[in-house]
Nanobody, 121 residues
Framework: QVQLVDAGGGLVQAGGSLRLSCAAS????????MGWFRQSPGKEREFVAA????????NYLESVRGRFTISRDNAKYTAYLQMNRLKPEDTAVYYC??????????????WGQGTQVTVSS
């Protein structure tokens, strides 16, 4: 297991951008798949994006594909979510996740504390 600290949320207008970061502990973090989920009040947690430990293969929620980009810098033990052309429906608490084995919407091993993203119209 790894420990995760996510950050970078904030308040932006529709059409704006934010970049989230997720710092993972330890050398072994580099063999974990990394991802992002989000949760809005009254809704269940929703998969947003994931990046394979190889740093090349990615997976996205259809509604964010083409607007969001997930990446990782293994030298810094950090994953990122670049969010462009944000929409009010993107408003949520975003959570970083790491998983040793699972790549995709059922990732669950380790979670960040969450960072709030609010998009105004």
């Amino acid at each position: 297991q790894v420990q995760l600290v996510d950050a970078g949320g904030g308040l932006v207008q529709a059409g704006g951008s934010l970049r989230l970061s997720c710092a993972a502990s330890g050398r072994t973090a580099n063999i974990y798949h990394m991802g992002w989920f989000r949760q809005s009040p009254g809704k269940e947690r929703e998969f947003v994006a994931a990046i394979h430990w190889n740093g090349r293969t990615t997976n996205y929620l259809e509604s964010v594909r083409g607007r969001f980009t997930i990446s990782r810098d293994n030298a810094k033990y950090t994953a990122y979510l670049q969010m462009n052309r944000l929409k009010p429906e993107d408003t949520a608490v975003y959570y970083c996740v790491a998983d040793r084995n699972v790549f995709g919407p059922t990732m669950r091993d380790s979670w960040g504390q969450g960072t709030q993203v609010t998009v105004s119209s």
